[in-house]
Every structure is written in C-alpha cells, then in structure tokens.
C-alpha cells in the first residue's frame, strides 16, 4: 500500500534501479526519497509507517466482518 500510495504522490515508484540486484538491496534498505514539500507530513509520517522493511513496526491493513 505504501508503495502505491509514493507512487501516486511522485507519478514514480519509490524503488528504482538498472538491475535486479540492486533493486533488491534498495527495497531491502528501505531507503526513499522524500516527498514533495506540496504534501502535508502527515502523508510522510502514513508512508514511513507503510514503507517499512521490518514487519512489526509496518502499519497493516486490517478488514474485520462482523457475521
């Protein structure tokens, strides 16, 4: 979701790279770049919390149906 929502902001994807490799070491480092000054820090504090290599600490979406 965090990805999408980068690449809605930025028309770009958040991870780009010539190769595979280093794709893969950018995703992993979890380095992107920051968003335009146009947008609120809000929508950086939501993106640092979607974009987040370790798993526990990434926001999650969660849908509850109640029967």
């Known amino acids: 979701m965090g990805?999408?929502?980068?690449?809605i902001?930025?028309?770009?994807?958040p991870f780009r790279a010539r190769e595979m490799d280093g794709l893969y070491k950018k995703?992993?480092?979890?380095?992107?770049?920051?968003?335009?000054?146009?947008?609120?820090?809000?929508f950086d504090t939501i993106l640092g919390l979607l974009i987040n290599v370790n798993t526990f600490n990434r926001m999650a979406c969660r849908i509850c149906f109640i029967i």
């Open 9 to 13: 902001l930025h028309l770009k994807p």
């Open 3 to 7: 990805c999408v929502l980068f690449e």
């Open 27 to 42: 995703v992993n480092r979890g380095y992107y770049g920051k968003i335009n000054r146009v947008y609120s820090e809000d």
